[in-house]
């Protein structure tokens, strides 16, 4: 496949400044473990003196209709088989597409910044060493490296993968058969392709141990990178053929070379979350941003316009029932929030809005789900001093505060 075919606009991005940074990891002797992927730990019980995970022990309350909800106890620990999808590819999606989203909004003059995914695939894992102490360390500094040549400095987010699936196809330049999507494994009817039969998955009762799982992997750690950027270049055949190293920037959306990794913001969260559903456990290692992206935290309105995304592809990308991470209350015929004062989609902007994904109840109505993000009750005073609630729902999130607390909600700073 020739440079062009998967490549921006040409940068001065030069095949002997990519091998120089290539070069200063091969040698040496220091390879990559071999983590576990996530979901492949224990579930918190009784003895561990945390709330059992799976058991109603939480109340949140929905930070747009302002209703609450026993929920079921969950850890967030990537680990953990029951709460992995939510406290891990879900919270770390949202986190790196509000950051992406954020940078490009703020920095953009027009549509010139873009969405761009790159892989980055070093030899097998034989050649695959370095000089460094920490060789993860020195994978994410030479995949940086990388990026920020053949793209400039805005940067973005490198998601390293240890292993390749035995039913994945394999990373090879000279296929001209090997397309974006097989690789990107995005479309059909779910975005989780071979991994929603490997990944545990507790509802089903797939819960595989670690040997399970790592019987059907090889070991081949690779990077899976998202950039905010104007264009990627560098000239990869050259590069791969001097030093083994696979570098492409996929396109698995459109049917033709588009330049175009992302499209949207819904690509982009869709795309992450699924990169990060079986990422390298490095010891709560799971990715790490660069460049001036890094530096830039998200705005709140942004934080909330990506975990609306997120959580719309939840059950589409993860399998994560969407009940779980969202409000479904019905807000059609609400007695303390009217529907005029309800965000369906949940961004929390104040919108007056139908959702998209309103629904017929049982009598042939329209149901309509608030959709809003679910928070902790200790959030409670928060959400009171953020919004001008109606005085019933007020009463209400403050009778739940203090019936959890123990005292009344302190007053505002």
């Known amino acids: 496949m020739s440079d062009s075919a998967k490549s921006s606009i040409r940068t001065g991005a030069s095949k002997s400044d990519a091998v120089d940074i290539i070069e200063s990891f091969r040698r040496g002797s220091n390879v990559l473990p071999e983590p576990p992927l996530p979901g492949h730990g224990s579930a ?4 561990d003196e945390r709330p059992t995970c799976g058991e109603e022990a939480t109340i949140k309350v929905c930070d ?3 209703s609450h909800h026993s929920i079921d106890a969950t850890c967030d620990r990537w680990e953990c088989p029951r709460c992995y999808k939510r406290g891990g590819p879900l919270k770390g999606g949202e986190q790196i597409t509000a950051k992406m989203v954020n940078y490009r909004d703020k920095y953009a003059r027009g549509d010139e910044l873009k969405f761009h995914r790159v892989v980055i695939v070093p030899p097998p894992d034989e050649d695959f060493a370095t000089v460094a102490a920490d060789p993860l360390d020195k994978f994410y500094e030479v995949c940086g490296d990388l990026l920020e040549l053949g793209s400039g400095h805005h940067g973005g987010v490198r998601i390293p993968h240890p292993y390749r699936h035995a039913d994945e196809p394999e990373f090879d330049p000279d296929d001209d058969d090997l397309d974006d999507r097989d690789i990107a494994l995005v479309g059909g009817d779910d975005d989780q392709g071979i991994w929603k039969h490997t990944l545990p998955d507790w509802d089903s009762g797939h819960t595989p141990s670690w040997e399970e799982t790592r019987a059907k992997l090889s070991h081949e750690p690779h990077m899976h990178c998202y950039l905010v950027s104007e264009k990627f270049w560098l000239p990869t055949t050259e590069i791969y053929e001097e030093t083994g190293w696979f570098i492409r920037r996929l396109e698995p959306y459109g049917d033709e070379d588009n330049s175009v990794s992302c499209f949207n913001l819904d690509d982009l ?4 979350m699924y990169a990060l559903s079986h990422c390298g456990d490095y010891d709560g290692d799971h990715y790490r941003f660069f460049g001036a992206l890094a530096n830039e935290p998200a705005s709140e309105s942004q934080k909330r316009r990506a975990s609306r995304v997120c959580r719309k592809y939840a059950n589409h990308v993860l399998g994560l029932n969407t009940g779980s991470v969202t409000c479904e209350k019905d807000v059609s015929e609400d007695d303390e929030v009217t529907p005029e004062r309800v965000t369906y989609t949940g961004d929390g902007s104040g919108s007056s809005s139908p959702s998209t994904d309103a629904e017929g109840d049982d009598e042939g109505g329209e149901r309509m789900p608030c959709g809003g993000r679910l928070r902790h009750w200790r959030a409670i005073p928060d ?3 953020k919004r001008d609630w109606p005085p019933p729902v007020e009463a209400r999130l403050r ?3 203090e019936d959890e607390a123990g005292e ?5 700073d």
Request: glycine share 4%; charged share 25%; with cysteine.
């Open 408 to 412: 009344p909600v302190p007053p505002p």
């Open 44 to 47: 918190y019980t009784e003895d």
């Open 269 to 272: 969260a869709r795309s992450v």
């Open 64 to 66: 747009n209709c302002g």
């Open 399 to 401: 009778r739940v505060y």
């Open 383 to 385: 959400l009171l001093e």
